[in-house]
């Protein structure tokens, strides 16, 4: 399938505006916008007629199967409540779909659609883009062995603590329906940005073993069910590899494992954005970073993707401060040495003392932030299912599942995480991951954000 | 590390130089074999041990090198004495022969006897240099980094680095087609600093006190049973013979070794393993160790990495214990010093005798007839295909200038079989591309002995 993709977005909001359809039109080899599905005297944007005159504008959601050719891709931008729903009837009608997230807040239902895709052989990928932001793609290479020497080991070794945090001053709320709605209806801080937090800890470490979450109504200007702030404390596996040579600690073997901490907030203060975002330590090293990736703030100013005319697309500018623009590197230099048992001869049996490592540390810059790279793996996933079709669905998925970088298995992951915080929060307690991440909601206590 | 112990087997199955007839000093680190060969007509049927003092073995302050030495050449003693015992007819063939670079080799063969068809059981000791491309060959450049040394550029300090590689190896054919194949190897590797670096200044890190210190060092070895007609009670027995004397020291070793054996006596272009597996294993070593000058570092213990499966990451590394993107290893369960490792290798090596010679005597005497003979050739086939397209020592051999061939072919049986077509084990076999299930065949093949050794091949058993 050489020709281009057609593709509907559903929602013209600000998602739909900023992170889909430039994106989309920016890959004509790719995708080809087919249409938007926009409802009459929507609040959620412009009128999208008058931003792109020449595409079909389809006033309700299920006109869209009316039109949209196959195979083509829906990306459900609307709001939250719809994407569920809307996902599900797009991969029963045969399409594909790229989902905003939370893709929904219910694990059984993240499930279904994983199942969905599989039965029909179809992409559904969640949009979490910020798999590709830089600042992420930097850690990731750091906890990774170097590309051109695979054997050495990674800069930081072996993870021992990962804290990723999306904070904000705001301390005057800013309403909207963001703000209106608690984590039942779709709406709260722990599903907006903890689904990217929860995420990017998935693609880098798999599951935990537990967590213990904290959810709270801080500011106590919105509804007391809707989160505006939340912390998860999760604790993973011990390693069973010994540290390899080389490494601080060679040949001993650590006796607990990660711990890591996902967190936003609304009230930290801090100026230009500087407000700390990743701060990894591991056996070897540690990364600290502050800011968030440029390519949001770039989209809004109108800055486009893959233009020929706009190479530093997604890199800091000579107008982001240093605090923002680079990350702080340690890394060891040596292993040092352990003590050494006493020398006999030596008299009084003394034991000398260790050497400890010693460290070098540095501001190093951050990797280019790739959405592009998002939505190129999703069109190359679609070709694959479409190359492979008349195999039928399960030779589909299987094309799927090996291109597919954001698989709608992981969503359903990163919806359980969110959920177990959630348990976690309103029970006073840790959860193991494996208990069912479904709330046992009481009656008159489904409001309630945490247990205290 | 592999290419590294590949180059250490091939030096264990006879690199470089040898005389027959010469009698050549020793080098002054080789040390207390007697410059004798031996001509063939009046062989003694054991090679000579009264020099060896077997107190060395245990003695912690010998360098590695002479223990290791000694202990192979007891073993050899007692091992060929005891098949020996088993073959009526013909007397082992004691062959031996020194190094012109330092080191020897004692080869003992019989062949064409009542209960061997071939077996061999063969010491080699290798001294020499190995030259720096060995050397960053050597386990991906891990090793040439933690040498210590500066081996790039114009200002490079050395070229080449003293080694020893010694080792026992086996190799069994009965002649019985009911009684297996067996085969083992132990080695030792040893690279030491040089006196002088290339501009013949002296080599600050070489201690004349301690002349062959280890600069790096490492165990390797392994054990495989290739049976041609399949005892399920024999695959136990042997199994379960290794796992007792590896579990003496570390019960993680047993099962990170056995899969590591099943993966490397694989054919790939048959998809089946060479037999029903054992253990094997290589670079064991305590890396903290290395290129230390003080002995006492010899006392240091580590958590050792026994087998490393591909890279991995996101989930799948959280299997490992959520440690970020590393590779899945399976670890000892304890800590090792140089001198656990030397007795689990001893362990190993002693386990040899009691492990297959009383399946060699269950089976030895059983009757067959044509029909069987002929399958043994077949199976024969296969052990020659692995040993000439996949083992990675005799591959180093034949690719070796000066290499003693003889002895690299060693392992190779008298006879073998090849048939076009073969019902069970080749394409003829219905199910191999053909239009019914694998398993099914017409006439005396259906369900046959040899149809249910085939199977087992197929896919590595857990035997115990």
């Known amino acids: ?452 | 590390m592999a290419a590294a112990s590949a180059l250490a087997a091939t030096a264990v199955l006879a690199v470089a130089w040898c005389t027959r007839s010469a009698l050549v000093a020793c080098d002054d680190l080789a040390q207390p074999a007697p410059s004798k060969t031996q001509a063939q007509s009046d062989s003694p049927s054991l090679p000579s041990i009264s020099h060896l003092n077997p107190s060395l073995i245990d003695d912690v302050n010998a360098p590695m090198r002479y223990r290791m030495e000694t202990y192979i050449k007891l073993l050899q003693h007692r091992i060929v004495t005891a098949l020996q015992k088993t073959e009526p007819g013909t007397k082992f063939i004691v062959d031996q022969w020194q190094r012109k670079e330092g080191g020897e080799g004692i080869s003992c063969i019989v062949q064409d006897g009542q209960t061997f068809e071939k077996a061999g059981c063969n010491i080699s000791v290798v001294h020499g240099k190995l030259p720096l491309g060995a050397i960053k060959q050597m386990n991906s450049g891990r090793i040439n980094a933690r040498l210590d040394y500066r081996f790039e550029g114009p200002d490079a300090e050395i070229d080449s680095m003293p080694f020893v590689a010694l080792g026992l190896s086996l190799v069994v054919h009965p002649v019985n087609p009911f009684a297996p194949t067996v085969h083992f190897n132990y080695r030792y590797f040893e690279i030491s600093h040089p006196p002088t670096l290339k501009d013949g200044s002296p080599n600050p890190r070489y201690d004349p006190a301690n002349p062959t210190q280890p600069a790096a060092w490492w165990f390797g070895g392994g054990t495989d049973l290739t049976p041609i007609y399949l005892f399920e009670e024999d695959a136990k027995h042997f199994h379960a013979t290794l796992r007792d004397a590896a579990a003496q020291h570390d019960s993680a070793f047993y099962p990170a070794w056995k899969r590591w054996c099943d993966e490397y006596f694989w054919l790939p272009h048959r998809s089946e393993n060479r037999g029903v597996g054992g253990v094997f294993f290589d670079d064991l070593t305590v890396p903290g160790t290395w290129g230390q000058a003080e002995g006492k570092r010899r006392e240091k213990k580590e958590f050792l990495a026994l087998l490393e499966t591909k890279q991995q990451s996101g989930p799948a590394a959280a299997a490992s214990g959520g440690a970020g993107l590393a590779p899945a290893i399976a670890s000892s369960s304890r800590q090792h010093d140089v001198e656990s490792l030397f007795r689990t290798v001893r362990s190993m090596g002693d386990s040899f005798l009691p492990s297959y010679l009383p399946i060699l005597e269950r089976r030895r005497q059983t009757p067959y007839d044509a029909r069987h003979i002929a399958w043994q050739g077949i199976r024969r086939g296969r052990y020659v295909e692995f040993n000439l397209a996949y083992d990675r020592g005799t591959k180093f051999g034949l690719a070796t200038p000066g290499a003693r061939i003889e002895s690299i072919l060693m392992s190779l049986p008298l006879k073998a079989r090849w048939e076009y077509m073969h019902p069970v084990s080749g394409s003829g076999a219905i199910g191999r591309g053909g239009a019914t299930a694998p398993g099914e065949h017409s006439g005396d093949m259906a369900d046959s002995e040899e149809e249910k050794m085939q199977q087992v091949l197929r896919s590595p058993r857990e035997w115990v």
Not at chain 1, 90 to 109: D, F, N
Not at chain 1, 111 to 133: I, M, P, T, Y
């Open chain 1, 1 to 452: 399938m050489a020709s281009p993709i057609p593709v509907c977005v559903v929602g013209y909001g600000s998602s739909a505006r900023t992170f889909h359809i430039p994106y989309i039109l920016s890959m004509p080899h790719l995708f080809r916008l087919h249409s938007i599905q926009q409802r009459p005297n929507s609040t959620s944007g412009p009128p999208a007629s008058k931003d792109h005159p020449e595409i079909a504008i389809i006033p309700s959601f299920d006109e869209v199967f009316a039109s949209l050719p196959k195979p083509g891709l829906i990306v459900i931008s609307s709001a939250n409540s719809t994407h569920y729903p809307f996902a599900a009837q797009a991969l029963q009608a045969g399409y594909h779909v790229v989902v905003e997230k939370p893709i929904t807040w219910r694990h059984s239902e993240a499930l279904h659609l994983a199942q969905l895709a599989k039965e029909q052989g179809l992409v559904c990928a969640s949009f979490n883009n910020r798999r590709w932001d830089g600042d992420f793609l930097t850690v990731q290479s750091l906890l990774n062995p170097p590309a051109s020497k695979p054997d050495q080991p990674s800069a930081l070794g072996t993870a021992t603590y990962f804290e990723s945090r999306f904070d904000r001053f705001r301390p005057w709320s800013k309403g909207g329906w963001r703000e209106e709605s608690g984590f039942n209806e779709g709406g709260g801080l722990l599903l907006d940005l903890g689904s990217h937090l929860a995420d990017q800890l998935l693609t880098l470490f798999g599951p935990p073993s537990h967590l213990t979450a904290f959810v709270r109504n801080q500011r106590g200007q919105l509804a007391p069910r809707v989160d505006d702030d939340f912390m998860i404390l999760l604790s993973y596996p011990t390693p069973s590899n010994p540290l390899p040579p080389s490494s601080p600690g060679s040949g001993t073997r650590l006796g607990s494992g990660l711990r890591a901490l996902l967190g936003a907030t609304c009230l930290s203060t801090h100026v230009d954005g500087e407000q700390p975002r990743f701060r990894v330590e591991g056996t070897r090293g540690s990364y600290e970073k502050r800011g968030v990736d440029p390519q949001e703030a770039q989209l809004k100013a109108g800055r486009k993707p893959n233009d020929s005319n706009d190479e530093s697309f997604g890199m800091y500018g000579t107008e982001d401060p240093d605090s923002v623009k680079l990350g702080r590197l340690t890394t060891s230099t040596d292993a040092g040495q352990e003590a050494m048992p006493a020398d006999p001869t030596a008299g009084r049996g003394k034991a000398t003392a260790p050497v400890q490592p010693r460290l070098a540390t540095s501001d190093v810059p951050t990797l280019p932030g790739r959405y592009d790279v998002y939505w190129q793996n999703v069109g190359d996933a679609i070709r694959a299912a479409e190359a492979a079709r008349s195999g039928g669905a399960e030779a589909a998925h299987a094309a799927v599942q090996a291109t597919l970088e954001v698989k709608p298995e992981q969503a359903a992951d990163c919806i359980k995480l969110l959920c177990l915080a959630r348990k976690s929060s309103v029970e006073g307690r840790s959860v193991r991951w494996t208990e069912e991440p479904e709330l046992d909601v009481k009656e008159g206590k489904e409001n309630v954000l945490y247990w205290d």
